[in-house]
């Protein structure tokens, strides 16, 4: 069965940092293009970044987290990661991840394919 499980969420204070997990079973991630998406209560899906798949030479960012979010990937540990700093409360949200296309020249696109995941809760607060 192939699939994606996020995980890394957490409770954490404005400021705070966390990384979360993208780690993928049932095939290889290398040869994928991955996105984070995020969830806020009563609020639409949002794309927030993408990383192009085996280097990971290619990534994307929304401007909302732009400078404070880092996406990357260990493939050798079938793994893609979202390292979340200076977190404010308007991060906090369900975050997902999941496979993306990419351009020809190899640029990642923040459009979802496949099925989401469960997902891991990103709550900040104080």
């Known amino acids: 069965q192939l699939q994606l499980v996020e995980s890394g969420g957490g409770l954490v204070q404005p400021g705070g940092s966390l990384r979360l997990s993208c780690a993928a079973s049932?095939?290889?991630?290398?040869?994928?293009?991955i996105g984070w998406f995020r969830q806020a209560p009563g609020k639409e899906r949002e794309g927030v970044s993408c990383?192009?798949?085996?280097?990971?030479?290619?990534?994307d960012y929304a401007d909302s987290v732009r400078g404070r979010f880092t996406i990357s990937r260990d493939n050798a540990k079938n793994t893609v990661y979202l390292q979340l700093n200076s977190l404010t409360p308007e991060d906090t949200a369900v975050y997902y991840c999941?496979?993306?296309?990419?351009?020809?020249?190899?640029?990642?696109?923040?459009?979802?394919?496949?099925?989401w995941g469960q997902g891991t809760q990103v709550t900040v607060s104080s």
């Open positions: 999941v496979v993306v296309p990419t351009t020809v020249q190899g640029k990642c696109l923040l459009r979802a394919l496949g099925s």
């Open positions: 990383i192009s798949w085996r280097s990971g030479s290619s990534t």
């Open positions: 049932g095939f290889t991630l290398d040869y994928y293009a």
